[in-house]
């Protein structure tokens, strides 16, 4: 018998870290684990991205012409994917095209009617999907099946299927081999389903009471598995890990025993913040995200959230103290928030001190709470994705042109740029708050034509230079070039980190004929101020400083060693030689062409900036 060929099929967004068809593979995944169904079946998942054709992606599902063809559908890739199943319909009739994901469970008749569906599956869709397959191997029809809804379907909340309650009865999508860890840079997982709050504006939760978890055996499994795999990242899907604070402690431990070295990325909650599991993130290697989205308890309150800022603080400065590695994300054009409300919580936000801080405009994303209210709180919104709020009572479209301003200018200057470290100093010395700032810098950022192009480099040249007109606009001209120095430094390490570790091990031994280069994340500085001393600002303000030390050049090269970034300070000598390993001329050319005659120090130098992964032999 001829098998039914099942094209499971995500459309990501290029280059994004997350671009994992984590969904399409837990669909496989537990259709495999069903011997009727499967021996019936020839599943697969395909990947594509938003920056791919319609005519592309329609043209490679169908080279080998399928039975069915699903699609995880979502805000961002929903135009394409209605656009693919138009084509794929229109020359080929005969194939059946159906839908998931959550534009599917927001809007399920809309969609149904946006493209040539033959079914959308509403709600989680690994038992509903299998039922599908078996339905339609045994010749019965679909109707009736509860999630899924058919041409002339109506909404009947009654008829809805029930999530999984047992997560543990689905099949891991890693554990069974269904994907490949190795093929992917960054992996999704999944510990939970469902939150415990109700934000106003998330999809989340709606319609499901709790939170859902997966076994601690089947966490360690797959953690040992991505382990052994050598996987870099993995980011954690579930939208508060923290919310049951003893579990997520285990499992940071076990984080820490089982794969120490693998960057993960974890959605928290402040309520469930204390100093030990403030101190276990700073031991793992991680990043944490954390909802602020704005400082007005108001504001909050439309979309069932709180705040006390006082107790808020106190919580971020749990993380500060431990070195842990956060960001916070904001939201302007919330109900009953407006353009003064909005900077005053940026404002609230970089004192804070995070490392790094996400700004979106509102979204009024069907199947919300808030989208349901939006007529009530007069939010005038894009009808289609990404839902974008275009204006409302508190936010006119001058005023979301405004905070989109000021969004591109935090984004660029404190994010890309790695202000984190320094742009409180400034802030201080200068008197004046964040919001100012970065207006300020928004308007000097208007004269770039592409600034979203712009290298780390040049952003940290631009910083230098936007800071310099403010301290001379503020009367602290005399104080700029400890400034300067500092910028340059947080600019380095900055753009050190992100350039990563060298990737390959280069020859260990080398001699006068070698030809050297720099690692990708090495950068030598010269300094007007020794390197220690500068550290202390912070502890120290500028004019303290400024009475304490004097001017003393330095040598400073910063690297990335191991995916650690780390500093020496050096003399001239050394400086001159780095500068001088551009891949071109042997060792021996170098030490000719800058006059360099100490050779046993240069080779001990060279065996430790080998070994140091600083350089590397071409």
């Not at 804070?352 to 005038?380: C, K, M, W």
């Not at 742009?423 to 010395?429: I, R």
């Not at 551009?582 to 170098?590: E, F, M, N, R």
């Amino acid at each position: 018998m001829k098998k039914i060929t099942l094209k499971l099929v995500s459309i990501h967004i290029k280059d994004s870290p997350q671009a994992v068809p984590l969904a399409a593979a837990s669909l496989k995944a537990q259709i495999d684990s069903v011997p009727s169904i499967s021996q019936g079946l020839d599943v697969s998942f395909h990947d594509y991205y938003v920056d791919n054709s319609a005519d592309f992606i329609s043209e490679d599902i169908c080279r080998n012409i399928p039975d069915m063809v699903g699609f995880s559908t979502y805000l961002w890739n929903r135009h394409i994917v209605l656009e693919t199943c138009r084509i794929i319909k229109g020359k080929f009739p005969a194939v059946m095209l159906f839908a998931g994901g959550p534009e599917a469970t927001a809007l399920p008749l809309i969609l149904l009617d946006s493209a040539p569906f033959d079914f959308v599956i509403k709600g989680e869709g690994e038992i509903v999907l299998t039922e599908v397959m078996n339905r339609l191997l045994n010749g019965d029809t679909l109707e009736d099946i509860p999630g899924v809804f058919l041409k002339g379907a109506k909404l009947n909340p009654g008829k809805d299927q029930q999530p999984v309650m047992d997560l543990n009865s689905l099949h891991s999508p890693f554990l069974t081999g269904t994907i490949d860890p190795c093929r992917y840079s960054g992996l999704l997982w999944e510990l939970s389903r469902g939150c415990p709050f109700k934000c106003g504006f998330c999809f989340e939760s709606r319609g499901v009471a709790g939170v859902r978890q997966i076994s601690s055996d089947r966490i360690r499994k797959e953690l040992e598995l991505f382990e052994e795999k050598k996987v870099n990242q993995v980011f954690v899907l579930d939208p508060t890990f923290n919310s049951d604070i003893k579990r997520a402690k285990k499992i940071l431990r076990m984080i820490l025993k089982t794969a120490p070295l693998i960057h993960f990325t974890f959605e928290i909650r402040t309520e469930f913040i204390d100093s030990e599991i403030a101190k276990l993130f700073a031991r793992v290697h991680c990043s944490l995200q954390i909802g602020l989205q704005s400082a007005h308890p108001e504001v909050l309150a439309n979309v069932n959230r709180t705040i006390d800022t006082v107790k808020y603080a106190e919580k971020i400065a749990l993380l500060n103290k431990a070195g842990a590695i956060f960001g916070l994300d904001l939201i302007y054009g919330l109900p009953g928030d407006t353009p003064d409300g909005f900077k005053q919580s940026l404002n609230y936000a970089l004192s804070l001190q995070p490392n790094h801080l996400d700004i979106f405009p509102l979204a009024v994303i069907p199947g919300t709470a808030l989208y349901d209210n939006a007529e009530s709180f007069l939010l005038n919104s894009l009808q289609d994705a990404p839902y974008t709020l275009i204006s409302s009572p508190g936010f006119s479209e001058a005023g979301m042109a405004q905070a989109e301003c000021l969004k591109n200018a935090c984004e660029i200057f404190y994010n890309r740029g790695g202000a984190a470290g320094w742009m409180f100093m400034a802030l201080e010395t200068l008197g004046i708050n964040p919001s100012d700032f970065l207006s300020d810098f928004a308007v000097h950022l208007s004269s770039c034509e592409q600034p979203f192009e712009l290298t780390r480099e040049e952003i940290t040249v631009m910083q230098s230079s936007f800071v310099k007109e403010q301290f001379v606009r503020h009367n602290r001209k005399n104080l700029f070039p400890v400034m300067e120095d500092i910028i340059t430094v947080h600019g380095a390490l900055n753009r050190s980190l992100y350039a990563g570790p060298l990737v390959t091990e280069g020859e260990s031994r080398f001699n006068d004929e070698t030809i050297f280069c720099l690692s990708p994340g090495t950068i030598s500085l010269s300094l007007k101020y020794d390197f220690d001393e500068l550290m202390t600002v912070g502890e120290l303000t500028f004019e303290e400083f400024l009475d304490h030390y004097s001017t003393q050049k330095t040598y400073l090269v910063i690297y990335n060693c191991g995916g650690a970034v780390k500093t020496l300070i050096i003399d001239r000598t050394l400086n001159r030689l780095l500068d001088s390993f551009k891949g071109i001329d042997s060792l021996k050319a170098v030490c000719g062409k800058e006059n360099i005659k100490a050779r046993k120090k240069i080779y001990e130098f060279l065996e430790f900036a080998v070994k140091e992964q600083m350089i590397h032999a071409m």
